[in-house]
Protein backbone atom coordinates (compact mmCIF):
# COMPACT_ATOMS: atom_id res chain seq x y z
CA UNK A 1 0.00 0.00 0.00
CA UNK A 2 1.61 3.20 -1.41
CA UNK A 3 2.13 5.89 1.21
CA UNK A 4 2.99 8.45 -1.12
CA UNK A 5 1.53 9.12 -4.29
CA UNK A 6 2.29 10.92 -7.24
CA UNK A 7 -0.67 10.15 -9.49
CA UNK A 8 0.47 12.00 -12.66
CA UNK A 9 2.55 9.57 -14.70
CA UNK A 10 3.67 12.27 -16.97
CA UNK A 11 3.51 16.21 -17.70
CA UNK A 12 4.34 17.97 -20.50
CA UNK A 13 4.55 21.79 -20.43
CA UNK A 14 5.95 24.75 -22.72
CA UNK A 15 9.36 26.90 -21.89
CA UNK A 16 8.67 29.45 -19.66
CA UNK A 17 5.47 28.51 -18.18
CA UNK A 18 4.92 26.98 -14.96
CA UNK A 19 5.28 23.63 -13.96
CA UNK A 20 2.97 21.72 -11.16
CA UNK A 21 3.50 18.37 -9.87
CA UNK A 22 1.62 17.01 -7.22
CA UNK A 23 1.74 14.48 -4.39
CA UNK A 24 -0.53 13.15 -2.15
CA UNK A 25 0.34 11.24 0.96
CA UNK A 26 -1.55 8.88 3.84
CA UNK A 27 0.64 8.76 6.42
CA UNK A 28 0.03 12.07 9.25
CA UNK A 29 3.19 10.47 10.98
CA UNK A 30 5.28 12.59 8.25
CA UNK A 31 7.21 15.28 9.31
CA UNK A 32 9.25 16.19 6.10
CA UNK A 33 8.75 16.44 2.50
CA UNK A 34 11.38 16.51 -0.34
CA UNK A 35 11.54 16.74 -4.09
CA UNK A 36 14.18 15.07 -6.00
CA UNK A 37 15.00 15.20 -9.79
CA UNK A 38 16.58 12.43 -11.90
CA UNK A 39 18.09 12.35 -15.06
CA UNK A 40 18.54 8.94 -16.96
CA UNK A 41 21.47 6.57 -15.54
CA UNK A 42 21.85 8.65 -12.74
CA UNK A 43 20.72 8.86 -8.74
CA UNK A 44 17.90 10.99 -7.97
CA UNK A 45 19.76 14.98 -6.86
CA UNK A 46 18.14 16.38 -4.10
CA UNK A 47 16.12 19.49 -5.25
CA UNK A 48 14.00 21.21 -2.66
CA UNK A 49 12.48 20.15 1.27
CA UNK A 50 9.57 21.29 2.90
CA UNK A 51 9.27 20.23 6.93
CA UNK A 52 5.82 19.45 8.17
CA UNK A 53 5.76 22.97 10.28
CA UNK A 54 5.69 25.32 7.49
CA UNK A 55 3.42 25.77 4.28
CA UNK A 56 5.78 26.72 1.81
CA UNK A 57 9.27 27.08 0.84
CA UNK A 58 11.08 28.54 -1.85
CA UNK A 59 14.48 28.30 -3.82
CA UNK A 60 14.69 30.42 -6.80
CA UNK A 61 12.49 28.89 -9.58
CA UNK A 62 11.40 25.76 -7.16
CA UNK A 63 8.63 26.46 -4.54
CA UNK A 64 6.70 23.51 -2.87
CA UNK A 65 3.95 24.00 -0.66
CA UNK A 66 2.47 21.64 1.68
CA UNK A 67 -1.38 21.52 2.87
CA UNK A 68 -0.97 19.31 5.84
CA UNK A 69 -5.18 19.26 6.05
CA UNK A 70 -5.53 17.21 2.34
CA UNK A 71 -2.19 15.67 2.78
CA UNK A 72 -1.23 17.04 -0.03
CA UNK A 73 1.84 18.98 -1.24
CA UNK A 74 2.76 20.43 -5.07
CA UNK A 75 6.26 21.43 -6.58
CA UNK A 76 5.80 24.46 -8.80
CA UNK A 77 8.72 25.50 -11.12
CA UNK A 78 8.34 28.62 -12.75
CA UNK A 79 9.45 29.32 -15.24
CA UNK A 80 10.32 25.96 -17.02
CA UNK A 81 13.25 25.44 -19.23
CA UNK A 82 13.54 22.65 -21.17
CA UNK A 83 16.87 21.64 -18.35
CA UNK A 84 14.38 20.74 -16.22
CA UNK A 85 13.10 17.40 -18.05
CA UNK A 86 13.36 14.90 -15.88
CA UNK A 87 11.77 12.42 -13.54
CA UNK A 88 10.74 14.08 -10.34
CA UNK A 89 10.06 12.07 -6.95
CA UNK A 90 8.13 12.99 -4.17
CA UNK A 91 9.56 11.40 -0.81
CA UNK A 92 9.02 11.80 2.51
CA UNK A 93 10.02 10.60 5.98
CA UNK A 94 9.65 10.49 9.89
CA UNK A 95 12.22 10.51 12.37
CA UNK A 96 11.92 7.01 13.87
CA UNK A 97 12.25 7.45 17.53
CA UNK A 98 13.47 3.56 18.17
CA UNK A 99 16.26 4.46 15.32
CA UNK A 100 17.95 7.84 16.47
CA UNK A 101 18.01 10.07 13.46
CA UNK A 102 17.04 7.62 10.89
CA UNK A 103 15.50 9.47 8.28
CA UNK A 104 14.35 6.50 5.68
CA UNK A 105 12.47 8.08 2.90
CA UNK A 106 9.44 6.86 1.74
CA UNK A 107 8.88 7.14 -2.51
CA UNK A 108 5.98 8.04 -4.92
CA UNK A 109 6.58 6.28 -8.10
CA UNK A 110 7.62 9.68 -9.80
CA UNK A 111 6.56 12.37 -12.67
CA UNK A 112 8.09 12.20 -15.79
CA UNK A 113 8.55 16.31 -16.82
CA UNK A 114 8.86 17.25 -20.60
CA UNK A 115 9.75 21.20 -20.95
CA UNK A 116 9.18 21.94 -24.64
CA UNK A 117 10.71 24.68 -26.41
CA UNK B 1 34.37 16.86 -3.70
CA UNK B 2 33.68 13.66 -4.53
CA UNK B 3 30.13 12.43 -4.40
CA UNK B 4 28.73 9.06 -3.62
CA UNK B 5 30.15 6.11 -6.01
CA UNK B 6 28.87 2.72 -6.79
CA UNK B 7 30.59 -0.27 -8.15
CA UNK B 8 30.16 -1.87 -10.51
CA UNK B 9 27.45 0.21 -13.04
CA UNK B 10 25.69 -2.80 -14.57
CA UNK B 11 25.64 -6.44 -13.20
CA UNK B 12 24.11 -9.73 -15.03
CA UNK B 13 24.23 -12.96 -13.03
CA UNK B 14 22.47 -16.01 -13.20
CA UNK B 15 19.72 -17.47 -10.95
CA UNK B 16 21.74 -18.82 -8.16
CA UNK B 17 24.66 -16.79 -8.21
CA UNK B 18 26.35 -14.22 -6.04
CA UNK B 19 26.73 -10.61 -6.41
CA UNK B 20 28.08 -8.07 -4.15
CA UNK B 21 27.16 -4.23 -4.65
CA UNK B 22 30.34 -1.56 -3.45
CA UNK B 23 28.86 1.69 -2.31
CA UNK B 24 31.73 4.64 -1.45
CA UNK B 25 29.94 7.47 0.13
CA UNK B 26 30.73 11.26 0.61
CA UNK B 27 33.46 11.88 2.83
CA UNK B 28 32.72 12.43 6.58
CA UNK B 29 29.22 11.26 6.20
CA UNK B 30 28.01 8.51 9.24
CA UNK B 31 25.06 7.76 7.54
CA UNK B 32 24.14 5.64 4.60
CA UNK B 33 21.47 4.06 3.03
CA UNK B 34 20.44 1.29 0.80
CA UNK B 35 17.40 1.73 -1.58
CA UNK B 36 16.01 -0.71 -4.56
CA UNK B 37 14.42 0.27 -7.59
CA UNK B 38 12.15 -2.61 -8.93
CA UNK B 39 10.97 -2.04 -12.37
CA UNK B 40 7.43 -0.13 -12.40
CA UNK B 41 7.79 0.25 -8.83
CA UNK B 42 8.66 3.25 -6.29
CA UNK B 43 11.85 3.23 -4.89
CA UNK B 44 12.19 1.10 -1.47
CA UNK B 45 14.17 1.60 1.55
CA UNK B 46 16.22 -1.42 2.48
CA UNK B 47 18.84 -0.45 5.15
CA UNK B 48 20.06 2.41 6.97
CA UNK B 49 23.93 2.36 8.48
CA UNK B 50 25.26 4.78 11.12
CA UNK B 51 28.77 4.40 10.89
CA UNK B 52 29.48 0.78 11.09
CA UNK B 53 26.31 0.18 12.60
CA UNK B 54 23.18 -1.45 10.76
CA UNK B 55 20.28 1.19 12.80
CA UNK B 56 17.13 0.35 10.33
CA UNK B 57 17.07 -2.91 8.46
CA UNK B 58 13.76 -3.13 8.08
CA UNK B 59 13.47 -3.05 4.24
CA UNK B 60 15.77 -6.08 3.75
CA UNK B 61 13.96 -8.79 1.92
CA UNK B 62 14.52 -11.78 3.05
CA UNK B 63 18.26 -13.11 4.52
CA UNK B 64 19.72 -13.94 1.00
CA UNK B 65 20.62 -10.25 1.42
CA UNK B 66 23.78 -9.15 3.37
CA UNK B 67 24.77 -5.26 3.97
CA UNK B 68 27.85 -4.44 5.27
CA UNK B 69 30.23 -1.56 6.83
CA UNK B 70 33.21 -2.32 7.77
CA UNK B 71 35.04 0.59 9.54
CA UNK B 72 32.15 2.63 8.92
CA UNK B 73 33.61 3.53 5.22
CA UNK B 74 32.26 1.76 2.71
CA UNK B 75 29.66 -0.68 2.50
CA UNK B 76 28.54 -3.97 0.62
CA UNK B 77 25.26 -5.67 0.17
CA UNK B 78 25.51 -9.37 -1.27
CA UNK B 79 22.97 -11.12 -2.84
CA UNK B 80 23.13 -15.08 -1.86
CA UNK B 81 21.42 -16.56 -3.69
CA UNK B 82 20.08 -13.69 -6.34
CA UNK B 83 16.69 -15.06 -7.48
CA UNK B 84 14.66 -13.06 -10.67
CA UNK B 85 12.70 -10.51 -8.35
CA UNK B 86 15.81 -9.22 -6.90
CA UNK B 87 16.62 -7.65 -10.53
CA UNK B 88 16.37 -4.04 -9.90
CA UNK B 89 18.08 -0.90 -9.50
CA UNK B 90 20.16 -0.67 -5.78
CA UNK B 91 20.99 3.06 -5.21
CA UNK B 92 23.28 3.90 -1.98
CA UNK B 93 23.13 7.14 -0.36
CA UNK B 94 24.71 9.31 2.03
CA UNK B 95 24.32 12.28 4.33
CA UNK B 96 25.61 13.87 7.26
CA UNK B 97 22.81 15.18 9.11
CA UNK B 98 20.31 16.60 6.49
CA UNK B 99 19.75 15.65 2.64
CA UNK B 100 20.75 12.40 1.31
CA UNK B 101 23.06 12.19 -1.37
CA UNK B 102 22.81 9.25 -4.08
CA UNK B 103 24.99 7.69 -6.16
CA UNK B 104 24.21 6.39 -9.77
CA UNK B 105 22.96 2.80 -8.90
CA UNK B 106 23.89 -0.33 -9.62
CA UNK B 107 21.61 -2.17 -12.23
CA UNK B 108 21.66 -5.99 -11.71
CA UNK B 109 19.82 -8.05 -13.83
CA UNK B 110 18.78 -11.74 -12.91
CA UNK B 111 18.64 -13.86 -15.52
Known amino acids: DQQVKQNSPSLSVQEGRISILNCDYT??????FLWYKKYPAEGPTFLISISSIKDKNEDGRFTVFLNKSAKHLSLHIVPSQPGDSAVYFCAASEVSSNAGNNRKLIWGLGTSLAVNP | EAGVTQFPSHSVIEKGQTVTLRCDPI?????LYWYRRVMGKEIKFLLHFVKESKQDESGMPNNRFLAERTGGTYSTLKVQPAELEDSGVYFC?????????FGPGTRLTVT
Open chain 2, 93 to 101: ASSHAGEQY
Open chain 1, 27 to 32: NSMFDY
Open chain 2, 27 to 31: SGHDN
